[in-house]
């Protein structure tokens, strides 16, 4: 098989949505721009050996890598609306390719993303993904919104993907952890919904403060977060002691949590939301003036917000 | 410097046109999308030592990327709206970025065409970049679109790109072959000027035979072509024997020129394209009906239009 083989057997036999006029296989796709949205755009590498392990298995890849795509989009309040995958692959497996395609096309009809367009080459495994996604106009949800006196929330648990990154290889792998990791599911419902509820977020991939850094750094104020409040889950404080625990949860990342700011007007709404959706949405804090900076309310100190960086 | 000092140095500080309303630095870029247009995606990855040499220099690097995505915009009629760029390279060379960034910049700015996104990952060097275009509703030009009757045609010239890697590291380089190569023209006004003209049209990437070949198939035609009217430049001829030089321009890649169908009745307003624009428009044969090979109109026998391909 060569490339187009691959592309033709893997790539262009999706059934496509009636806004996508032109599919996978011309110079671009083309597609249908719905009336009064906006377009969300986001681009994410994964790179074998440091965003997976190289021994990571394809559908692993294939779900890391969208659910971190789409993880952008829910951040914004947008709805899934196309997808290109550039995969650079170091031979024309097809078993691995047959597995990947297979669960990035679950990927794609999970969240109603088509895959649109695509590209194949030659080199280290590594894929790049290039997520669309609409919002009415006037309805996406910056980093910059948040203001003094906002509620600081974050969904679900924090630090449970970091926990199996710490247990990858051993005899004793958290299940529940690991598929935390190896497929992460992205808010995009929580996110929709979160429209003209939330005047801010993001979402959590580099860690929880490294990611709520980002977003004070946006609204240039600062915030104070009670520890007491996060959220850990069982098989988390059983895997771990209580400090490290914290610690994953804090600055552990590949969560694809959404942390974001509120009014406190909105605190029944949220808690409704949290209901309806049986999804955890944890009120950590509060967002304050000056720096931005996290303090850890207990102490009065400022936490120490460094994530994962490369080239540090 | 890490990835958040590079990201912010060299890509977060270019002036966005009035649609984007939010550039980098969120979780997504938000657009507006304009009226009763339709959207064209498409992304290309370009790997060191395959799509360019180990040795290239960031400006070339950027050049061919941006040229080569460019060329699928040109290909459809569209018009540049705005790009993503994951770029992935070994380390946070502050040179190497610094040139990179600024080439990046030129050809944004050449073709108004905003970096609304982007994402630095460590790894090999590589680049994917996902442009966006737009086309008034129903006005790409598809590959699809070829009839029987149709004229064929080329824009510029063939094989001097594939002439420069030929040469690549020879004392004798041509400086007008290699920078063919190292500075590829994407013919967007030409695409844009097709709409309503061109039948089917493609851009040629992989090699003149290759790509018209694509055409062919999602046309369901096949093609007479006149070798005598293959367009080879001056540089070309002087390079290489004749029979060198005609293969480049048939297999040779990487002249990002279009290659288009067109009725015969619009034959003069191709002429006057042509000079409005100052482009050689050569009209090489004709669309036939049956299956989709290239017949070589002199010798009646089919051509072999295999290109470049990767796991092949």
Partial sequence: MDEFDIIRRYFLNALMPEYVSTGPGDDCAVLTVPTDHSLCVSTDTLISGTHF?????????????????????????????????????PSGDETWLDQFSVASQAQADAHQCPVVGGNLAKGDLSITLTVMGTVPNGSAILRSGA????????????????????QLGSFNANAQ????????????????ALRGIASAAIDISD??????????TSSRVGAVIDLNHLPLSLSLVEAFDKP????????????????????????????????VQGLRLSRLGEIVSGAPVVVNKASGRELDTLGYRHFS
């Fill in 147 to 166: 203001s003094q006196g906002d509620d600081v929330y974050v969904s679900g648990f924090l630090g449970d993907a970091a926990g199996a990154v710490r």
């Fill in 177 to 192: 952890l690991l598929s935390r990791y190896e497929s992460p599911v992205p808010r995009l419902a929580l996110g929709i």
């Fill in 244 to 275: 490290a625990a914290i610690d994953l949860a804090l600055r552990g990342g590949d969560d694809y949590e959404l942390c974001f700011s509120a009014h406190p007007d909105h605190r029944q709404a949220i808690a409704e939301l949290a209901e």
């Fill in 53 to 89: 392990p190289h021994s990571a298995s394809p559908v692993v890849v294939a779900n890391r890598a969208f659910g971190a795509n789409f993880s952008d989009l829910a951040a914004m309040g947008a709805s899934p609306y196309g997808i290109t995958l550039a995969l650079t692959l």
């Fill in 207 to 216: 860690g929880f403060l490294a990611d709520l850094s980002h977003l004070l």
